[in-house]
C-alpha cells in the first residue's frame, strides 16, 4: 500500500507540472530572447547584456539584471515579481528604472570597495534595518560589534560606525550617503522596495565642526541625470566657491571628482550619477534640503562619476584638465572657457578643493582677477581669455620629488598654445608638445611660482631684434627689467587686463638695461607693450606683478 501512495502522489505531480508547465530560465542578450516560448509567473528573466522594456503587465518569479544591463517598465505597467536581483561590478552598474508599477522585493548588489580605499554609496532601495543588513552582509568589515558603514554627522565634523546593537533597528534611508568598506572588495547586498516616486526633503545641515558638508545620495535603481539634480537643488547649496557636488572616485592622491555647472555647460561629458552613488555637498548658511524626483531619473550602464561624450549646443568653448604626477601620485585641476564666466568669481562655475585646503601632494588655481586665494579644483574663465590668460597655479609638492606636470585632457581650438611659467628658473614650457617636470629642492606649496600662459600662434610674430629683448617682472624689487640692446627708439607701454594705459616710457636706445617702477601698483597681471619706430617693430609680453 505504502508503494501505490508514492505512485500515485508521482502521478498526480507530474499531471499537474504538465497541467502548469516547467519552469524556465529565459535569458536576454541585446533583446534577443532564448528560449522562445510564453512566460509564465513561475519562470525566470535572465537580462545578460542590453536593455528589457516591460510594456505590458507581467508575473514572473524572478528577475536578474547582469551588470551594465537595463530593465525599464512603461507608463500604466505592472510588473510582479518575487525578487529583482540587480548587480553591479566595480566600473559596471545594472539599472532599474520603474515608470508603471512594480510588485515585489528588490536586492541591489552594489560594488563596494575594500577596507583601506572604503567607499560613499547610498542605498538602491528603501525599508531595510540595519540589522538584516548586517546579518546578509558578513564581508563588511567589522570590530567588536562595529560595523564599517554609517553616515557624516555634519554637527560633529566625523563619519559615524554603526553598531549591530545599537544601531539594530536604524534604518538605512532612501537619499542619505554612507561611508562603507568590505573586507574582500565585493558587492553589499541591499534588500527593499524600489522607490518610483519623488524623494523629497532630505535635510542637509550648516554644521561648524563639518565645514557645512553634508553627504547624501541617489536613492535609485536607475541612474539620475546630474543636471537635472544640479538645477533643482544649487540654491541649497552654499553660494560661494562650493556650489556643486564632491564624489570619492577611490584615489588616494587625487580622491575627488567634482561637478558644477561648468562640467555641465561642457559638451564633453554628460554626466549621470549611478545607482547607490553618495556625494558630498556644502549646505547653504542655515541648512537647507534636497530633493530626488522622479523626472531626474535616467538609463545608463556605465561607472560612477563616468560619462559618455556627447555633442550639444552650450556655452561651453574649451577645457584642459591640468594634471600632477609623481610616483604614483595623480592630482588634477580643471579649467573650462564659458561664455557665462569671467575672469573673477563665478558661483556655480568656479569651485574650489573638497575640505577647502590643498593636500600634500597637489595642483589647483587661483583666480585671475580678484583673487581671494581659494584653492580651485575647477576654474571657468570667458572665451576671450584662451587667448591671453594668464592663471596663477598652486602646486604642492615634497623636496627631492619628481614631479609631472601635463596636460592630461583638452578641448580646445587648434591654434591656441598652453605654457607653463616657472618663474623661478625663468622658464616656458609648451605643454601642448611638452610635459613639465622638474625635482623641488625644498618643499613647495602655494601660488606665485607656477602661471599657466593662454595664448595664439597666430599673434606670435614679432621683429627679431625685440624679441632678443629680456623681460622680468621683478617682485622683489618691485621693478620691472627690460634688459638687451635696442637699435631704434622704443617705447614701452604697460597696460592692465582690461586694455587700460597704465604706464608709458621712452626707452633709452644707448642702454642694455631699463628700469620701471611698478610699486604703485595693484598685484596682479599686466601687458607690456614695446613699440619700435620700425614698421610691425612690437612685441607684447604678459606679467605677473605681486
Same mark, same amino acid.
Given at each position: ?60 518569479? !524572478? ?8 530593465? $525599464? %517598465? &512603461? /507608463? @500604466?505597467?505592472? +510588473?510582479?515579481?518575487?525578487?529583482? #536581483? ?96 568590505? !573586507? ?8 527593499? $522596495? %524600489? &522607490? /518610483? @516616486?519623488?524623494? +523629497?526633503?532630505?535635510?542637509?545641515? #550648516? ?110 568653448? @574649451? ?7 609623481? #610616483? ?219
Amino acid at each position: 500500500m505504502k508503494f501505490k501512495k508514492i505512485t500515485l502522489l508521482a502521478l498526480l505531480t507530474l499531471s499537474l507540472t504538465n497541467l502548469i508547465g516547467a519552469q524556465t530560465d529565459y535569458t536576454y542578450i541585446d533583446g534577443i530572447r532564448s528560449p522562445s516560448g510564453v512566460i509564465t509567473s513561475i519562470d525566470n528573466l535572465i537580462i545578460q547584456s542590453g536593455t528589457l522594456n516591460i510594456n505590458t503587465n507581467m508575473t514572473v518569479a !524572478t528577475i536578474t539584471v547582469k551588470p551594465g544591463s537595463i530593465l $525599464t %517598465v &512603461e /507608463t @500604466g505597467v505592472t +510588473l510582479t515579481a518575487t525578487l529583482i #536581483d540587480l548587480e553591479s561590478t566595480s566600473s559596471s552598474y545594472s539599472s532599474f528604472l520603474c515608470e508603471g508599477t512594480y510588485i515585489g522585493l528588490a536586492n541591489y548588489h552594489r560594488h563596494t570597495e575594500q577596507i583601506g580605499t572604503n567607499d560613499l554609496i547610498s542605498a538602491p532601495v528603501s525599508g531595510q534595518a540595519f540589522a538584516a543588513f548586517a546579518t546578509v552582509n558578513t564581508n563588511l568589515a567589522s570590530s567588536g560589534n562595529l560595523r564599517a558603514f554609517g553616515p557624516f554627522d555634519t554637527s560633529l565634523g566625523s563619519y559615524i560606525n554603526y553598531d549591530v546593537l545599537g544601531n539594530a533597528t536604524t534604518f538605512i534611508s532612501a537619499g542619505q550617503g554612507y561611508r562603507a568598506a568590505t !573586507t574582500d572588495g565585493a558587492g553589499l547586498t541591499f534588500t527593499g $522596495t %524600489v &522607490e /518610483t @516616486g519623488d524623494v +523629497l526633503g532630505i535635510p542637509i545641515s #550648516d554644521g561648524a565642526f563639518g565645514a557645512q558638508w553634508n553627504l547624501i545620495g541617489n536613492p535609485y535603481p536607475s541612474y539620475i541625470d546630474f543636471e537635472a539634480f544640479f538645477d533643482h537643488n544649487k540654491t541649497q547649496f552654499q553660494t560661494g566657491a562650493y556650489q556643486a557636488i564632491y564624489g570619492y572616485d577611490g584615489d588616494a592622491s587625487d580622491g575627488w571628482v567634482i561637478w558644477n555647472q561648468a562640467v555641465i555647460d561642457s559638451p564633453i561629458t554628460t554626466e549621470k550619477l549611478a545607482p547607490g552613488q553618495a556625494f558630498f555637498v556644502k549646505s547653504k548658511m542655515g541648512g537647507g534640503s534636497v530633493d530626488f524626483t522622479a523626472s531626474m531619473r535616467t538609463t545608463g550602464t556605465s561607472d560612477d562619476f563616468i560619462a559618455g561624450r556627447s555633442e550639444t549646443t552650450s556655452p561651453h568653448h @574649451g577645457y584642459i584638465k591640468l594634471n600632477s604626477s609623481s #610616483d604614483g601620485s595623480n592630482f588634477s585641476t580643471d579649467i573650462y572657457f564659458n561664455s557665462n564666466a569671467t575672469s573673477s568669481f563665478d558661483p556655480g562655475y568656479d569651485t574650489g578643493l573638497y575640505g577647502q585646503t590643498a593636500p600634500e601632494f597637489s595642483i589647483y588655481s587661483n583666480l585671475v582677477e580678484e583673487n581671494t586665494g581659494v584653492a580651485l579644483a575647477i576654474q571657468a574663465l570667458n572665451p576671450d581669455s584662451m587667448y591671453d590668460a594668464v592663471v596663477p597655479l598652486g602646486v604642492n609638492a615634497l623636496q627631492g620629488q619628481l614631479v609631472t606636470i601635463s596636460i592630461l585632457d583638452t578641448d580646445m581650438p587648434d591654434n591656441v598654445e598652453i605654457y607653463l611659467e616657472d618663474t623661478l628658473n625663468n622658464t616656458s614650457t609648451l605643454l601642448n608638445t611638452n610635459d613639465f617636470v622638474f625635482t623641488p629642492e625644498s618643499d613647495i606649496s602655494g601660488t606665485g611660482r607656477f602661471y599657466l600662459n593662454y595664448t595664439t600662434n597666430a599673434l606670435s610674430v614679432v621683429d627679431s631684434e625685440l624679441e632678443a629683448i629680456s623681460i622680468i617682472s621683478n617682485n622683489n624689487n618691485e621693478t620691472i627689467e627690460i634688459k638687451g640692446q635696442l637699435y631704434s627708439d622704443t617705447k614701452a607701454e604697460l597696460y592692465d587686463t582690461n586694455g587700460r594705459l597704465i604706464l608709458e616710457s621712452a626707452l633709452n636706445s644707448k642702454s642694455t638695461t631699463q628700469i620701471l617702477d611698478v610699486k604703485y601698483l595693484t598685484p596682479g597681471v599686466y601687458i607690456l607693450a614695446l613699440n619700435g619706430n620700425k614698421a610691425n617693430e612690437k612685441r607684447v609680453e604678459k606679467l605677473i606683478i605681486n
